[in-house]
């Protein structure tokens, strides 16, 4: 039998949109299975009882992608 996952929602911090079923997709700090808590993109049930497929980062893969993002969205005509 497969090992249960745990998760604890240590820190919400955005809600970037919901669907059409109550789904919210959501950037939180998670700890799974007990670790350190990482950055969690993912949807959750309303009641974050249930979630879908989502994306973890560490730090320093959180970092990174805000530096993409930062230059993807401060890009100006000449570049």
């Known amino acids: ?23 919210t997709k959501e950037v939180n700090l998670v700890s799974w299975n007990n670790t350190t808590a990482k950055l969690d993109i993912r949807e959750w ?22 530096g993409a993002l930062i230059k993807l969205y401060t890009k100006t005509d000449e570049d």
């Open 1 to 23: 039998m497969a090992k249960e996952i745990t998760y604890k929602l240590t820190k919400p911090i955005e809600v970037l949109g919901e669907n059409d079923r109550g789904y």
């Open 45 to 66: 049930h309303p009641e974050h009882e249930r979630c879908g497929k989502g994306i973890t980062l560490s730090e320093s893969e959180g970092k990174k992608l805000m």
